[in-house]
Nanobody, 123 residues
Framework: QVQLVETGGGLVQAGGSLRLSCAAS????????MGWFRQAPGKEREVVAE????????IYADSVKGRFTISRDNAKNTVYLQMNSLKPEDTAVYYC????????????????WGQGTQVTVSS
């Protein structure tokens, strides 16, 4: 089973940028679809982006489309989330997770989770 560690969160002003990284252990990283989730206090967990095994296919939630970019480097067993034009409503704990196939933003298809990294956007 793959283990995931997210880094890169922090405090940023509205309009700023952050780049999250998710490092995976194990030799089977390239066989997983990867997704980024977020959960704000009092809200349900939301899939914001996912990427196929090869990186050729990506899906984004409407709330982040055009501002966030998901990418992966299979040689480094790492998936990234570049977040630009951040808004206060992006404040949440961000998690990465694995899936066996593209989930089309359905949380239930994702399995292994990291511990999360906090992103706080001030107005």
């Amino acid at each position: 089973q793959v283990q995931l560690v997210e880094t890169g969160g922090g405090l940023v002003q509205a309009g700023g940028s952050l780049r999250l990284s998710c490092a995976a252990s194990g030799r089977t990283f390239s066989s997983y679809v990867m997704g980024w989730f977020r959960q704000a206090p009092g809200k349900e967990r939301e899939v914001v982006a996912e990427i196929s095994w090869s990186g050729s296919s990506t899906i984004y939630a409407d709330s982040v489309k055009g501002r966030f970019t998901i990418s992966r480097d299979n040689a480094k067993n790492t998936v990234y989330l570049q977040m630009n034009s951040l808004k206060p409503e992006d404040t949440a704990v961000y998690y990465c997770a694995t899936a066996q196939a593209m989930g089309f933003l359905r949380p239930e298809v994702f399995g292994s989770w990291g511990q999360g990294t906090q992103v706080t956007v001030s107005s």
